[in-house]
Structure formats: structure tokens, C-alpha cells
């Protein structure tokens, strides 16, 4: 017995993972932001400003695997 169709499902599984790493991305873009105007020389600065790096790499993954997902699935 199913509780939801399968398009509902698909439906709510890509608004949570696409919601989720783009809320994500656009943090990390905000904090990548802020470190503008900081000595690139701190360590800690270029840690930083490495994991913003990555965050936005991964949340841009996220949003676009779920688009690829939702386009395979017929719902774009």
C-alpha cells in the first residue's frame, strides 16, 4: 500500500534535496562574500575561503542533479 503516487514522491524528494543544496550554495556564497576585503595571507582566511569553495561546488551539484533528475523523470 502506497501512502503517495510515485510523482508525488518524486515530487517532494527533488523540493527537498534541490531546496536544500540551494540554500546551501547561496550560504556559502554569502560567507565566501564577506571574506572579500581579509588577508589572503591568514591560513585561516584560505581555509576558509576553500571550504565557501567547496560548499558552492557542492550545493551547484546538488541543484543541478536534482534538475537532471526532475527533467529524466518528465516533471520539467
Given at each position: 500500500?502506497n501512502?503517495?503516487?510515485n510523482?508525488?514522491?518524486?515530487?517532494?524528494l527533488?523540493v527537498t534535496?534541490g531546496g536544500v543544496?540551494?540554500v546551501?550554495?547561496?550560504?556559502?556564497?554569502?560567507f565566501?562574500?564577506r571574506?572579500?576585503?581579509?588577508n589572503h595571507?591568514?591560513p585561516?582566511?584560505?581555509d576558509?575561503?576553500?571550504?565557501?569553495?567547496m560548499?558552492i561546488?557542492i550545493g551547484?551539484?546538488g541543484?543541478?542533479?536534482?534538475l537532471?533528475?526532475?527533467?529524466?523523470?518528465?516533471?520539467?
Amino acid at each position: 500500500m502506497n501512502l503517495v503516487s510515485n510523482q508525488t514522491f518524486w515530487i517532494l524528494l527533488s523540493v527537498t534535496t534541490g531546496g536544500v543544496a540551494g540554500v546551501w550554495a547561496i550560504h556559502d556564497v554569502i560567507f565566501f562574500a564577506r571574506l572579500r576585503g581579509a588577508n589572503h595571507r591568514d591560513p585561516l582566511v584560505a581555509d576558509k575561503r576553500f571550504g565557501y569553495a567547496m560548499g558552492i561546488v557542492i550545493g551547484t551539484i546538488g541543484v543541478v542533479g536534482t534538475l537532471l533528475f526532475m527533467h529524466s523523470k518528465g516533471m520539467l
